[in-house]
T-cell receptor, first 108, second 112 residues
């Protein structure tokens, strides 16, 4: 069963714009992770945020976590065409559960 | 540092045939995961190992799927017999405890 649910399912933006993806989950977690997957490739870990953290940055990525709302967001600033990929959140309350992902398209 | 290695990368078989996938995790990672990913969907956990013990195999269709992780390092996932609906990408990942997972490139299975 999948716990993380990403929103929107698909997002299309112009290069240079910011992209925001959201993730909701159902049960308490130890941490939440965001992954990226290019078409036909494996998943690449982007960032992990622990349940006692509220915000985390990594380069052009900003992740927030609101445990009271059981939600997280991933913000990609100044997007590039190379950011085109599917993005997944995964929750870990002893088991890893992925959502269906957000398919991001960044147009040059 | 070598990443998670999976083989084969692609496999095409006829239905009712057996198939096996192999995974070599990152050195030192005690936790190993097998996932199934259908097109346009997120990975679905099949089984999770902590060392050589399967601690979560609730999503593994045990009538036809089996897995092993002898010695707590390499792992194999087997399907016997394969069905048309088994066509998917089978992903292996490893982590230290349940922290960040590192994924292999996957095995794309096509059942004809």
């Amino acid at each position: 069963s999948q716990q993380g649910e990403e929103d929107p399912q698909a997002l299309s933006i112009q290069e240079g714009e910011n992209a925001t993806m959201n993730c909701s989950y159902k049960t308490s977690i130890n941490n939440l992770q965001w992954y990226r997957q290019n078409s036909g490739r494996g998943l690449v870990h982007l960032i992990l945020i622990r349940s006692n953290e509220r915000e985390k940055h990594s380069g052009r990525l900003r992740v927030t976590l609101d445990t009271s709302k059981k939600s997280s967001s991933l913000l990609i600033t100044a997007s590039r065409a190379a950011d085109t990929a599917s993005y997944f959140c995964a929750t870990d309350n002893n088991d890893m559960r992925f959502g269906a992902g957000t398919r991001l398209t960044v147009k040059p | 540092e070598a990443g998670v290695v999976q083989s084969p990368r692609y496999k095409i078989i006829e239905k009712k045939q057996p198939v096996a996938f192999w995974c070599n995790p990152i050195s030192g990672h005690n936790t190993l995961y097998w996932y199934l990913q259908n097109l346009g969907q997120g990975p679905e956990l099949l089984i999770r190992y902590e060392n050589e013990e399967a601690v979560d195999d609730s999503q593994l269709p045990k009538d036809r799927f089996s897995a092993e992780r002898l010695k707590g390092v390499d792992s194999t996932l087997k399907i016997q017999p394969a069905e048309l609906g088994d066509s998917a990408v089978y992903l292996c990942a490893s982590s230290f405890n349940t922290d960040t997972q590192y994924f292999g490139p996957g095995t794309r299975l096509t059942v004809l």
